[in-house]
């Protein structure tokens, strides 16, 4: 039983191309369920976020078994396969649990070692758990992961002088606008990314802060941690001519804002420029909004020379970050290595319960045990017996499964059963 993930990332595909594999979350059981019907694939889960969608899975077959998953994402998002195989990677084995642990500890992030990847890797084990899609494996690759990413954001600094996406596209915006005292920002959503860039925004002094949310109770709450005031979503394109600055990260499946939207807008501010970022996967915000005179519009992909002189300040600490997960991926594979002599150990007790059942039958026959109670007692007395014999060399088989030395037979009795010279 292997781990094997097929996936693309910020590296490997533009937003357009990740736009159309991002899964939604409303589709999330019928795709497990499309994953799980090949029955030579054990485990799944699923990662998609704005800059990955991600399938892991646990097969014994993973070349057959990828390409199943292959064909449901190609049919799914009805995309041809040689353009998705142009730009998925494979990893399978060990690479793929050390994958993991980069991507969790965001090692792997268009930021590196942005925090919002962990909770969204946590929130993909939760859900390949809600599904039934979570077995032993994946259960205690998560248990590993966590443990791990722990270490790696505790004892180095890859999350030092914080830096995150939604940070970035505040820098952007200060760079170009210079002082954002005069500008009104709109941001259109209150999850965690908008969370962050309105923080940022208030922090860069900005003039004003609107915000949308199509739960308004959202709006409402984030606006007042920034002093900003909140709008119903059927309303905030009557928001748009005060905005310099759009800012957008929802989960719509389709554009929040589209062309048609600004043209009047822009008119009704005398083409005073717009600065859209876009900061959804998905996108939010209609590509042709850039065409219109005096309308900038920047995607997440834009952001990488934003965040490219992050990534050089954290490279130290990303070398000091690998040593943990190789360790913890040395770990996990112990424990891999360890689940071979299951069958061994439940073969085993099963031959000495069978034992056991035998000759309590034989003693009572023979001498005439019809009491319930006596024979409870009888048998109470065989298993002591039989789990005080089985303990030691049962922990000794778990303890050295994963070792790879090789014994003679004497060798490996004296160790197993713990005998001295």
């Not at 722990?150 to 999350?159: C, D, E, Q, S």
């Not at 995607?299 to 954290?314: T, Y």
């Not at 005080?388 to 014994?407: M, Q």
Request: with cysteine; glycine share 6%.
């Amino acid at each position: 039983m292997q781990l094997a993930v097929v996936g693309l990332n910020h590296n490997t595909a533009p937003v357009e191309v990740r736009e159309t594999l991002a899964v939604a979350e409303a589709v999330l059981e019928e795709l497990y369920g499309d994953i799980l019907q090949n029955d030579r694939i054990y485990e799944a889960m699923v990662i998609s976020t704005c800059n990955r969608v991600e399938y892991y899975i646990v097969t014994d077959d993973f070349l057959c078994n990828v390409d199943s998953v292959l064909k449901i994402i190609a049919e799914q998002c009805k995309i041809d396969r040689s353009i998705l195989q142009k730009y998925t990677y494979i990893h399978c084995g060990e690479e793929s649990v050390r994958h993991i642990f980069r991507v969790a500890g965001g090692l792997d992030s268009l930021v590196m070692g942005e925090p919002q990847i962990f909770g969204q890797v946590k929130d993909a084990f939760e859900n390949s758990r809600k599904f039934g899609a979570a077995k032993t494996f994946i259960r205690k690759l998560e248990e590993f992961v966590i443990k791990t990413t722990k270490k790696v954001r505790t004892n180095t600094g890859i999350g030092d002088n914080p830096v995150s996406v939604s940070s970035a596209a505040v820098e952007l915006a200060s760079k170009i606008f210079g002082s954002l005292e005069d500008k009104h920002a709109l941001v259109v959503g209150a999850g965690e990314m908008c969370e962050i860039a309105c923080k940022h925004l208030r922090g860069a002094d900005i003039g004003g802060i609107t915000v949308t949310n199509r739960t308004f109770e959202k709006a409402e709450k984030l606006a007042a941690e920034v002093g900003g005031k909140a709008v119903p979503l059927d309303q905030f394109r009557e928001e748009l001519s005060h905005a310099d600055i759009v800012l957008s990260s929802t989960g719509a499946s389709g554009y929040m804002i589209e062309a048609a939207d600004i043209k009047p807008v822009m008119i009704k501010r005398k083409h005073k420029p717009m600065f859209f970022i876009d900061i959804a996967v998905p996108r939010d915000i209609d590509p042709a909004v850039a065409d219109i005179e005096n309308a900038y519009v920047y995607d997440i992909d834009d952001l990488k020379a934003v965040v490219e002189s992050n990534k050089k300040l954290r490279q130290k600490e990303a070398v000091k970050a690998m040593e943990y997960i190789e360790t913890g991926v040395a770990d996990f594979y112990r424990w891999v290595e360890s689940m071979k002599i299951v069958p061994v150990i439940k073969a085993l007790r099963e031959s000495f319960d069978e034992k056991r059942m035998l000759e309590l039958d034989r003693f009572c026959d023979k001498f005439k045990v019809a009491d319930a109670g006596e024979r409870r007692k009888l048998e109470y007395l065989l298993s002591a017996f039989m789990n005080k014999v089985l303990h030691t060399p049962l922990n000794n088989l778990k303890d050295l499964a994963p070792g790879k030395e090789r014994y003679s037979l004497d060798e490996a009795v004296k160790i197993i059963f713990d005998l001295k010279e």
